[in-house]
């Protein structure tokens, strides 16, 4: 992954911190966006306890999060990627594509390498992990409303160890994404038009770049790294 070097370099770790109220100069105005209304909610009432914060507008779907987006124009955005109508992913590149300034924290239990690394490739300036303590994942939606990129320390480790590996291409992608839906090498041969021996070839790279001991082995790594979902 080379394009991690320069995303590394541009990300803050979440440190230890402790709000000062005399140092807020505006009124942080957040939207969350989660399909899920008690999780809405309970994100809410942290966010209007503190100092400094408030919630603008509360989503349930990608569409409206994209409509509520236009009338409220909130500061920042916090996200979970699992929607009932779109991936997560999808609203990011939709809301990046609209509104260049929006900033976006991403709310997820998903510590994929690939997927986060998508997700901050695709301007994402926050990401914290579900199960962080409340006042953490308020330092992030602080520190990116002033512009700058956060993530948890654990998931920067993560992909600072990455560097190094080896990545899939498209093409070794979708053969194991046929992999996993059950197909044999015949089957994945088939259905991307091409020889049984070139398959046998994808197969035997995929397997050495995830260093995984079989084709099962090697879907539970790629889903697990969030290379693709199923």
């Given amino acids: 992954m080379a394009s991690a070097?320069?995303?590394?370099?541009?990300?803050?770790?979440?440190?230890?911190?402790?709000?000062?109220?005399?140092?807020?100069?505006a009124q942080i105005r957040v939207m969350t966006v989660?399909?899920?209304p008690l999780v809405r909610e309970g994100l809410a009432a942290v966010i209007n306890r503190e100092p400094g914060m408030t919630v603008a507008a509360q989503?349930?779907?990608?569409?409206?999060?994209?409509?509520?987006?236009?009338?409220?124009?909130?500061?920042?955005?916090?996200?979970?990627?699992?929607?009932?109508?779109?991936?997560?992913?999808?609203?990011?590149?939709r809301?990046?594509?609209?509104?260049?300034?929006?900033?976006i924290v991403v709310i997820t239990d998903s510590s994929g390498d690939v997927r986060v690394l998508r997700i901050l490739e695709a301007g994402v300036q926050g990401?914290?992990?579900?199960?962080?303590?409340?006042?953490?994942?308020?330092?992030?939606?602080?520190?990116v409303h002033s512009g700058k990129k956060m993530v948890p320390r654990q998931i920067a480790s993560m992909l600072a160890e990455r560097?190094?590996?080896?990545?899939?291409?498209?093409?070794?992608?979708?053969?194991?994404?046929?992999?996993?839906?059950?197909?044999?090498?015949?089957?994945?041969?088939?259905?991307?038009?091409?020889?049984?021996?070139?398959?046998?070839m994808h197969m035997k790279n995929i397997l050495g770049k995830l260093a995984a001991h079989d084709r099962t082995h090697a879907v539970t790594i790629a889903i697990k790294r969030g290379i693709f979902q199923l």
């Fill in 95 to 103: 809301l990046l594509a609209e509104f260049p300034e929006v900033r």
């Fill in 34 to 36: 989660d399909e899920h």
């Fill in 163 to 200: 560097l190094s590996d080896e990545t899939l291409t498209p093409r070794e992608i979708q053969v194991l994404r046929l992999v996993a839906e059950g197909n044999r090498n015949k089957e994945v041969a088939a259905c991307l038009s091409i020889a049984d021996e070139t398959v046998r």
């Fill in 59 to 93: 989503a349930a779907s990608g569409r409206e999060a994209i409509a509520l987006y236009r009338e409220y124009r909130p500061s920042v955005i916090t996200l979970d990627l699992s929607l009932p109508d779109m991936p997560g992913e999808e609203l990011i590149s």
């Fill in 5 to 25: 070097t320069a995303i590394l370099g541009s990300i803050r770790r979440v440190p230890n911190f402790q709000w000062d109220i005399r140092s807020a100069t």
């Fill in 127 to 143: 990401l914290v992990l579900k199960g962080m303590p409340s006042r953490e994942i308020l330092e992030v939606i602080r520190q």
